[in-house]
């Protein structure tokens, strides 16, 4: 089959889980010989995006040679032919054009882009069925937690032919909210087993991946504030503001650890993973890629982490975030209202796995038990199905 993937985000390197899992679904399907275009932005403004200093680093890390051509960056990566477009002002143009040339049998567009530039240019050529592939419920236009609802945008959605997400929590949440059945299945987003067992009752920092109001910034610093001998590492992408960065470094025992499409490189430093969300997250990546690795994860019970964490405890109570500001901070982002935290259940969660030894091995062994049988499902065979007998096809040519 030929697919041409499009996202909002780029492609290298993929700091976010909503980017790695779309880059690794597109490398799980070209090593299954089928031919896989990807076009994207190359750049943004950082922290959203990635500046081209890091583009052109991560290339240089995996040795890949690039052309440029009519303003796309174009390089290969894993049996993947990416076109990373150096200007977004023109990407709708060039996405057409590359549909018209590619003639791709599907196109599988990522729901994280509130401008939805990429699903209107690819339902306009409309040549051939557009899946779209959903992660993150609060960038969606419709929902009681979305940031950005929009009744317009809604409709544009519901054009595509198939709307698929992965996740049984954000399935749930979807078929609530719009008349939509979408198609729930498991990426495989996190690499090849076997996976390193980092679990370190000693050593490591207490981590916090994306430090920002929405991945409970609050609670870590009051956690660090709390734990003065422990230390703490932040990890800034996405989410992270300026002034994140300024409260972060005014701490003595919170360190801030370089972001890396390489997730070892931190969790390798890293005792246990801390993801005190305050939004409605749908199965954070890093969970489980933190859990394969035999790294104890405490976290908030909020939106699909129920699901994901997969039986193995340390889930706490918070106040999510319900609405934002109608103004935006400098990540071009909505400003979120967030609710005063009781900061009691997570320190008593911390100080049970730092002050028990035999505790912290358990959930290490029980963690990454659960998260290998979990990842050792996940076949890329089931979304090859899904494209190649969903009726889609037929549907579309009918």
């Excluded at 240089?60 to 796309?72: K, M, S, W």
């Excluded at 390089?75 to 549909?99: C, M, R, T």
């Excluded at 300026?242 to 409260?247: A, G, H, L, N, S």
């Excluded at 911390?350 to 028990?356: A, T, Y």
């Amino acid at each position: 089959m030929k697919l041409l993937f499009t996202m909002h985000m780029p492609y290298l390197p993929p700091l976010g889980g909503a980017n790695k899992t779309i880059r690794y679904l597109a490398e799980a399907l070209a090593l299954r010989k089928h031919s896989v275009v990807v076009i994207v932005p190359a750049f943004g403004e950082p922290p959203g995006g990635v500046t081209e200093k890091q583009f052109f680093e991560e290339q240089e890390r995996y040795g890949i040679r690039c052309t440029l051509n009519q303003g796309a960056y174009i390089f290969h990566l894993n049996g993947v032919e990416v076109h990373a477009v150096s200007d977004e002002e023109i990407i709708s143009w060039y996405l057409k054009n590359q549909i018209n040339q590619f003639q791709p049998d599907y196109i599988i567009v990522a729901a994280e882009d509130i401008t939805q530039v990429l699903l209107k240019t690819s339902l306009s050529v409309r040549k051939c069925p557009v899946i779209c592939i959903a992660q993150t419920p609060s960038l969606l236009p419709f929902g009681f937690y979305s940031f950005y609802p929009d009744r317009q945008k809604t409709s544009i959605l519901k054009q595509v032919d198939a709307f698929v997400v992965n996740s049984k929590f954000l399935a749930d949440y979807v078929h609530h909210w719009i008349d939509i059945q979408p198609i729930t299945i498991y990426l495989p987003a996190y690499g090849q087993p076997p996976f390193p067992n980092f679990g370190n009752f000693e050593y490591g920092f207490i981590t916090l991946v994306n430090p920002c109001h929405l991945k409970g910034i609050s609670i870590f610093i009051k956690l660090a504030d709390q734990f003065p001998d422990l230390e703490f590492a932040a990890v800034p992408t996405w989410g992270t503001t300026y002034q994140d960065r300024v409260w972060l470094e005014s701490i003595s025992n919170i360190y801030l650890l370089q972001p890396s499409s390489d997730v070892d490189l931190i969790l390798s430093k890293t005792r246990i993973l801390l993801v005190p969300s305050l939004w409605l997250e749908n199965i954070p990546l890093i969970i489980i890629e933190a859990m394969l690795r035999g790294i104890p994860v405490i976290s908030s019970n909020v939106g699909g982490i129920e699901e994901i964490n997969l039986g193995t405890g340390f889930m706490l109570p918070v106040k999510p975030i319900e609405r934002v500001a109608h103004s935006f901070n400098k990540n071009k982002r909505m400003i979120p209202l967030v609710p005063e935290q009781k900061i009691s259940p997570w320190y008593n969660a911390l100080f049970q796995l730092i002050s028990n030894r035999e505790l912290y091995y358990q959930q290490s062994s029980l963690v990454r038990s659960a998260a290998d049988k979990f990842v050792s499902q996940i076949k890329i065979e089931a979304f090859e199905d899904f494209l190649r007998y969903g009726s889609l096809k037929n549907n579309f040519l009918a």
